[in-house]
């Protein structure tokens, strides 16, 4: 946590801007700590590090100008994959499998993936390579940044205007945020008794190949 108030100190809105558009659309963001950062973030402007109005803006922009880079990385790769030969690893019905999916789940998933650690910035290239309409990505791409990139500083920022030495319980804070955004994707997922064998599958495969 402190290792965080250091980095945002020292590099300020670019650094945050740069870290939360790469978390939203490049793979090598998926590592990022995005909701920690954008608490914390929120946290040290209420103790005049940063001003809340500007990190909110830049925050927001950031998330969906990652997301939709994240988009068209892959609506631009996922043809170029899939028209491989069949292998272990590439099937050509997946982009299909994509497109339907996107179709059928694509609004609820471009905004509960925000809320996701590491599936946020997977969500925007999966939507691209299924060629998910652009406007229709566009509006809940919107939809979730605004929520996530203004909400989760705006939460920082309260929490440290409102309780005295609350530098004090920033980890816990930040703990319970982090298990509180997954918590209702993972019930979603867990009470779908399709997604929850695919999910069984998929766990038993990676410890399988461990």
């Known amino acids: 946590m402190f290792d965080l108030i250091f980095l945002i100190k020292t590099f ?21 700590p995005g909701d920690s950062l954008l608490f914390t973030a929120g946290f040290l402007a209420s103790q005049g590090v940063l001003h809340i109005g500007v990190l909110m803006a830049l925050m927001v922009a950031a998330a969906i100008a990652g997301d939709s880079f994240g988009y068209a990385f892959g609506r631009k790769i996922g043809p170029l994959i899939f028209t491989r030969e069949d292998s272990f690893f590439f099937h ?26 590491g599936v946020r910035t997977f969500a925007p290239i999966l939507a691209g390579v299924g060629t998910m309409e652009y406007g229709t990505f566009l509006s809940f791409n919107a939809i979730g940044g605004l929520v996530w990139g203004a909400g989760l500083p705006w939460l920082g920022y309260y929490l440290g205007s409102s309780i005295p030495n609350i530098d004090r319980y920033l980890i816990p804070i930040v703990l319970a945020i982090i298990v509180l955004s997954i918590a209702p994707t993972a ?24």
């Open 12 to 32: 300020g809105y670019l650094g945050l801007f740069s870290v939360i558009f790469a978390e939203s659309g490049l793979f090598i963001g998926f590592f990022f």
């Open 92 to 117: 050509k019905d997946n982009l299909e499998r994509a497109r339907v999916f996107y179709e059928t789940y694509g609004k609820k998933t471009i905004i509960l993936a925000r809320f996701m650690p």
């Open 187 to 210: 019930v979603h997922i867990l009470r779908d008794p399709g997604h929850r064998e695919r999910l069984f599958k998929f766990l038993k495969s990676k410890v399988f190949f461990s």
